[in-house]
Nanobody, 118 residues
Framework: QVQLVESGGGLVQAGDSLSVSCQAF????????MAWYRQPPGKERELVAT???????NYADSVKGRATISRDNAKNTVYLQMNSLKPEDTAVYYC????????????WGQGTQVTVSS
């Protein structure tokens, strides 16, 4: 089992920067991809950014050029740095990790609120 603990988030103004982090605890040896999703108010959860164990990244078009995902494998932690924040970035941000143990399994963090005021 893997447990995810997120931190960061909060209330910021448009144009500001913000970083959120997510640390994995428990049996983390099989963790592969780590990712960030978000769920804006009244909308479905959407992918923000992913990073594989080899360091390959992928970003949603809406955050390309403004977001950077990174990970510290020694700390089992994934980070998301967001710059030039917009009100439409307001959402609950969720960490997701995938592990492979003969099959893929995913885990979710509890979510952290990011609110961008105009």
């Amino acid at each position: 089992q893997v447990q995810l603990v997120e931190s960061g988030g909060g209330l910021v103004q448009a144009g500001d920067s913000l970083s959120v982090s997510c640390q994995a605890f428990g049996d983390t040896v099989c963790i592969s991809a780590m990712a960030w999703y978000r769920q804006p108010p009244g909308k479905e959860r959407e992918l923000v950014a992913t990073m594989t164990s080899s360091g390959s990244t992928n970003y949603a078009d809406s955050v390309k050029g403004r977001a950077t995902i990174s990970r510290d494998n020694a700390k089992n932690t994934v980070y998301l740095q967001m710059n030039s924040l917009k009100p439409e970035d307001t959402a609950v941000y969720y960490c997701n990790v995938k592990e492979y143990r003969g099959g893929w399994r995913g885990y979710w963090g509890q979510g952290t609120q990011v609110t961008v005021s105009s």
